[in-house]
């Protein structure tokens, strides 16, 4: 009974022996290559633009966009106040509208700070209506 959990402890110390190695090179390559984006399911109606979480981490992220309304409606997300002041003004918009049940989608390189995501159809008409969502992006834990 003794020697044998002596030996199934040995086989289990051995094992992580030999896996620890291939996760960190693993993990190195992962390092390498560009991040995958995190997906955000973003949903239009009358008159709301819904995200499951308005914290975000920075990082490229696809805002995965469906319109769920009547109307045409688009996605525009635009940084208001970035945490590093030298960076540019963030602003990206669907590359086209969206028609019922149309998706669409855009992967924004995200930084910290506040931003709104809106529909910008009829010169700013929409968002008035209340298509307008306010959501934070922080920065990811290293
Ligand atoms: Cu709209």
Redesign the pocket.
Known sequence: MRSKQVVFTGVLMMAAFFTRPIDATRQAAAGQAAPTPVVVEVT?N??KVEMPTTTLKAGPTTFKTT?A?E????LKVESDKLEDKTLKKISKELPHDLKTNEKGEMTVDLKPGTYKAT????LG???R?G?ELAFTVVARQP
């Open positions: 239009l009358e008159w319109n309304g109307k045409t409606h688009t529909c910008p159809i009829g008409a929409h968002k209506h298509m």
